[in-house]
């Protein structure tokens, strides 16, 4: 294999010179890494698999120093390198020059490798006395992945790449990514894409071992809340930037990018819920496996799709070469995935059963299947133009309609299912249990429907996903009341300080019950905003008001403003709710020297009288989306604290035994 970095003269370009020669080392000591792992676990050599884990953290430390080389080349406007060129500029914010890192493909595909360097040193260092039955596999995996991105690196999307001519200024980073929120979001999903890489590792580990233990549990099912975590937050901060900047109200369009990111948490979501029936019962071992592997193959689709540009999206790079490697690394996983499984079955499958359909290992079953549902849909109608493009020769695209028909059901199929799972018994439920434990919140969901519809709330989907969500919130309430009780009953604490301990002495059940409340909160944003927003354009001229849902926006004036990278023009407004100001709004256009279109937040066209067409919208309810989002991610902290890990689990393990 030839590396470009053999045709740089290492006098006229340095830093492409050193770069490149920085990737081509951490490619070596990657390879290194992988066999002398796979060599060590197999011959049971100690020092083997050492020195593998050695070579790993060497490869930390390479990425990192060239990651903050091309840090250093965009922060100092290094236009030698086409990189820079292409996505900094000496006039843009420094934070975006940061945060170019990110915003092209050849820098994000280096921050990827990167964060994955980061997590396997963190892992390695965390099991270096402990679980060394899985290490030799685990590293082995998790350099195989590494090899992929560094490989792909190299020989297709190489960051050092030097320019072919001189340039004075670059073209900047592109106008829509250059916003705080963008600063933030992109990293935190490949937090969480690339955290999926770890318990995929596990997951490897476990086949070829045969060793699916609690510990094994332990280590896996932090991880995956770990990566979790990340991916909700980067998903909302996404969400919140459409809705700013993209949506103009709108948060989520089922864009192939958004969809990609979706999915992945979807599979994860499910095996949260399932890895309990594992740890309770030593049931769905298999499918645990199977979800895992399946969350990383579609982390790594999801880069792929963003990437490629095999997709049209807002948000994807363009059209490049890297997709075929991507292909050739997805297919391999998903064959050796399937294979696996097959020759491993014996092995990995759970010697229980499900004993009855009332019971929470079926209602935790139930969970898995509609979440595996929606993601096969969102899959489906993601993937779709790709399969027309090939069987019929043109793209037929799926647009929002299709994903909210199929999703609609199976996600109030869903909210129902969480209100009934916190109440049911293990193994089987008697009637008489479930008359006792849900009488008082379906009366309660009950009571609340009937309230409402007798206010007005006629329409059948919003009804309910509002009476799903209520009984929720009753389930809830009601563990959290009998929680409460037996501390004080107990210990004769006062109310609250009852329910804090319950949340620090249990944690993983009651931080899933706050991550539950955030998911209704959540529901109840997306049937206000999406059932019932309001719209509506305006043409206004100085000193006009326009009324809409009880607020009245009065347009004052239009000004401009000039910055080093854009021009920017606002309009102006107040707005009101009777005689009291609620705050006041700066619609705008921003004008770059290097885009061809203007970034439009909610401002349209204007005339030479200062006239401006302004787009209003009222989305009832859409303050709860993002207090559900912030819950979410609250109990995902609380779900997170390690008190709830046996201290037996903590033991050391015997060292690398031949499987």
């Known amino acids: 294999m030839r590396f470009p970095w053999i045709h740089y003269d290492p006098t006229q370009h340095p830093v492409a010179f050193v770069g490149t020669v920085l990737l081509a080392s951490s490619w070596l000591m990657t390879l290194y890494a992988m066999a002398a792992s796979v060599w060590g676990g197999l011959r049971r050599r100690e020092p083997w698999v050492r020195s593998g884990e050695h070579a790993l953290g060497a490869v930390t430390l390479v990425l990192s120093m060239t990651t903050l080389l091309l840090w250093q080349a965009l922060y100092t406007n290094n236009f030698d390198l086409a990189y820079v060129a292409q996505h900094s500029s000496s006039k843009i914010p420094r934070l975006y020059a940061l945060a170019a890192l990110w915003g092209g493909q050849e820098g994000s595909l280096l921050f990827w490798v990167w964060i994955l360097s980061l997590y396997t040193a963190l892992v390695l260092f965390q099991n270096r006395h402990r679980r060394r039955l899985w290490l030799p596999y685990v590293s082995a995996t998790l350099a195989l992945v590494q090899l992929f991105f560094l490989t792909t690196i190299l020989v297709a999307a190489n960051p050092f790449t030097p320019v072919s001519e001189a340039v004075g200024e670059g073209r900047g980073?592109?106008?829509?990514?250059?916003?705080?929120?963008?600063?933030?979001?992109?990293?935190?999903l490949y937090l969480g894409y690339?955290?999926?890489?770890?318990?995929?590792?596990?997951?490897v580990a476990a086949i070829v071992t045969g060793q699916m233990n609690l510990e094994w549990l332990v280590a896996i099912r932090r991880w995956a809340l770990v990566a979790w975590f990340f991916l909700t937050a980067g998903i909302l901060i996404g969400s919140r930037w459409a809705y700013q900047e993209l949506g103009w109200g709108g948060y989520w369009a089922w864009d192939p990018v958004e969809n990609?990111?979706?999915?992945?948490?979807?599979?994860?979501?499910?095996?949260?819920?399932?890895?309990?029936?594992?740890?309770?019962?030593?049931?769905?071992?298999?499918?645990?496996?199977?979800?895992?592997?399946?969350?990383?193959?579609?982390?790594?689709?999801?880069?792929?799709?963003?990437?490629?540009g095999i997709l049209s999206s807002v948000h994807a790079f363009a059209v490049s070469p890297i997709g075929d490697y991507f292909i050739v690394f997805l297919s391999f996983i998903l064959f050796y995935g399937l294979a696996s499984l097959y020759i491993r079955w014996p092995v990995i499958r759970s010697p229980q059963r499900i004993e009855a359909v009332l019971s929470k290992e079926s209602s935790f079953l139930f969970n898995n299947l509609l979440l595996t549902g929606i993601c096969f849909a969102v899959l489906w109608g993601t993937l779709f133009p790709l399969v027309s493009d090939l069987v019929k020769g043109h793209r037929i695209t799926v647009a929002a309609p299709f994903f909210n028909q199929v999703t609609a059901p199976l996600g109030l199929a869903l909210l129902i299912l969480t209100g009934i799972c916190p109440l049911i018994a293990w193994r089987r439920a008697t009637w008489t249990n479930l008359e006792r434990n849900f009488l008082l919140p379906l009366v309660f969901t009950l009571v609340v429907a009937s309230v409402l519809f007798a206010l007005g709330l006629r329409e059948a989907l919003p009804l309910a996903f509002t009476g799903a969500g209520v009984l929720v919130l009753a389930t809830t309430a009601l563990e959290f009341y009998r929680g409460v009780r037996a501390r004080r009953r107990m210990y004769g604490e006062p109310v609250w300080t009852a329910f804090g301990k319950l949340l620090v002495k249990h944690p993983r059940r009651y931080g899933g019950y706050v991550v539950h409340v955030g998911v209704v909160l959540l529901f109840f944003g997306i049937v206000g905003s999406a059932f019932y927003q309001v719209k509506r354009e305006v043409f206004l001229r100085p000193g006009d008001t326009a009324h809409l849902q009880g607020y009245t926006l009065k347009y004052e004036n239009l000004s401009l403003r000039r910055f080093p990278h854009k021009d920017?023009?606002?309009?102006?407004?107040?707005?009101?709710?009777?005689?009291?100001?609620?705050?006041?709004?700066?619609?705008?256009?921003?004008?770059?020297p290097n885009a061809d279109q203007p970034v439009t937040n909610v401002l349209g066209a204007w005339d030479e009288n200062q006239g401006v067409n302004l787009e209003m919208y009222y989305n009832p309810l859409i303050f709860w989306f993002w207090v559900g989002g912030w819950m979410?991610?609250?109990?995902?902290?609380?779900?997170?604290?390690?008190?709830?890990?046996?201290?037996?689990?903590?033991?050391?393990?015997?060292?690398?035994?031949?499987?």
């Open 173 to 188: 980073l592109n106008p829509i990514l250059q916003r705080p929120l963008m600063a933030i979001h992109p990293p935190s």
């Open 194 to 203: 690339v955290g999926f890489t770890v318990p995929f590792a596990f997951a």
């Open 260 to 308: 990609a990111s979706l999915m992945p948490w979807l599979l994860s979501t499910a095996y949260l819920h399932s890895i309990m029936v594992q740890e309770k019962k030593n049931m769905l071992r298999a499918w645990n496996i199977t979800l895992i592997m399946a969350t990383f193959l579609l982390s790594v689709l999801g880069t792929f799709i963003t990437r490629s």
């Open 568 to 592: 920017l023009v606002t309009a102006s407004i107040v707005l009101q709710r009777g005689d009291r100001v609620v705050t006041r709004l700066t619609p705008g256009r921003e004008f770059h």
């Open 632 to 659: 979410m991610l609250v109990g995902g902290v609380i779900v997170m604290n390690p008190r709830w890990e046996p201290a037996y689990m903590l033991a050391p393990q015997a060292a690398v035994a031949r499987p």
